[in-house]
Structures are given as structure tokens and as C-alpha cells.
């Protein structure tokens, strides 16, 4: 599907589903294309799991072992959520960079905006793929609770300046649980949210 909607000249957004669905998007590029794309994710977790059969947590390393993504950033990753060997993976290779949340608490806001642009700047001249786990925002209905993440807010202001900046290939939101939702003002919260990225990214791009 991705391959179709890519080789057609259209932008494909995607909503819902566990961030193992990053993998088909990015093989449904490397299809129509026959190139590599690079990758910003911004999630609390690397998804960069061992080679161990497919699942959520290994979608970007089977792509980037299968040479289909060149590249791979990922912003307010949480330090004490991702294994030491995923984290050493970070520091041994130079296609792979992190900017942990942790280290973003140290900075002001217009630190941590300039720090966000220092990331797309290392992604290159080229365009990329654009990655939002919803469990990067505190306290969202997602599929791992974050008791300390990105408000609403900020994920907001990070995907218009990526898409204003980069015109990403892409823009996936994974991970929204609306059966985790307390209640229905809980569910509604979920879609207004969706609905609010999804159009900053539109409204953004180009």
C-alpha cells in the first residue's frame, strides 16, 4: 500500500497500530524507490531491539539492517527505557544518533527547539521519514504510560518545524490506545489530539 501511494506522488500519512508498522513503511519506500531513507523518531524507546523475529520493538533495526534505511535519529529517548546494548549500538555506530529526554531537562525552551533543528540538521540534505509515538507525551493514552514525557504542546511545535524544514517522506503516529482511555471525554481527547498533529503537519509541509 505504502509502495502504491509513494510511486503515485502522494505524501502517506499513518495513523494507529503498534510502531512495528514503521518497518512496512519504510520497505513500502525502499520498494517504490530502490533507496534507503533516514529516519527522526521521536519516542521514548529506540524500537531497536535485536534481530530476534519481527515485533514492535525491532522494526528500525531490521530496516537498517536490511539497508533500506540509511540512517536513524531519535529524540527524548528515555535512558532507563532502553537496554545497554541498544545504547551501545547508539554510540558505536555514526549512522545512528540520540538525544535523550533526560538531557533535555537540563535545557530551557528555546534550548531544547535548537536542539530538535541540530537533530534534522544531522539527518542531512535529505528528505526522511517521520516518526511520533504517542507514548512520548505525558500522560497519553498510548501503549506504554509515560509519567514524564513531551506535552501536547511540544509535539506539536517539533512536527511543524520538522515538516517546515525537512518535507518529510512520511509522518507515522503510533501507538494511541483508545481502550486505554478512562473514559469517553478520554477517547475524544485522543482524536482531537490526532487531528491536531496531523494538520500542523499539512499545514506545515512546504
Do not use: C
Request: no cysteine; proline share 3%; aromatic share 12%.
Amino acid at each position: 500500500t505504502i509502495a502504491n501511494i509513494v510511486k503515485a506522488g502522494k505524501i502517506p500519512i499513518v495513523i494507529g497500530g503498534g510502531h512495528n508498522n514503521a518497518y512496512g513503511i519504510i520497505k513500502g519506500f525502499y520498494t517504490a524507490r530502490k533507496e534507503p531513507i533516514s529516519v527522526l523518531n521521536i519516542d521514548p524507546h529506540a524500537d531497536y531491539r535485536a534481530l530476534e523475529g519481527r515485533h514492535s520493538g525491532n522494526g528500525f533495526s531490521y530496516a537498517h539492517a536490511e539497508k533500506m534505511m540509511s540512517s536513524y535519529a531519535v529524540f527524548g529517548l528515555h535512558e532507563s527505557y532502553n537496554s545497554a546494548a541498544i545504547m551501545a549500538h547508539f554510540h558505536e555506530r555514526s549512522d545512528l544518533y540520540y538525544l535523550s529526554f533526560d538531557e533535555l531537562l537540563t535545557f530551557s525552551t528555546v534550548e531544547r527547539d535548537r536542539l530538535f533543528k541540530d537533530v534534522l540538521n544531522w539527518l542531512g540534505t535529505q528528505a526522511i521519514g517521520l516518526e511520533l509515538d504517542l507514548d512520548a507525551l505525558t500522560d497519553f493514552p498510548a501503549s506504554a504510560l509515560n509519567a514524564s514525557g513531551f506535552t501536547l504542546r511540544q509535539a506539536r511545535l517539533m512536527i511543524k518545524t520538522a515538516a517546515a524544514l525537512k518535507q518529510p517522506l512520511y509522518f507515522h503516529l503510533a501507538e494511541a490506545s483508545p481502550g486505554l482511555a478512562s473514559n469517553e471525554e478520554a477517547k475524544m481527547y485522543i482524536g482531537k489530539s490526532l487531528a491536531y498533529l496531523v494538520s500542523d503537519f499539512v499545514k506545515s509541509w512546504g
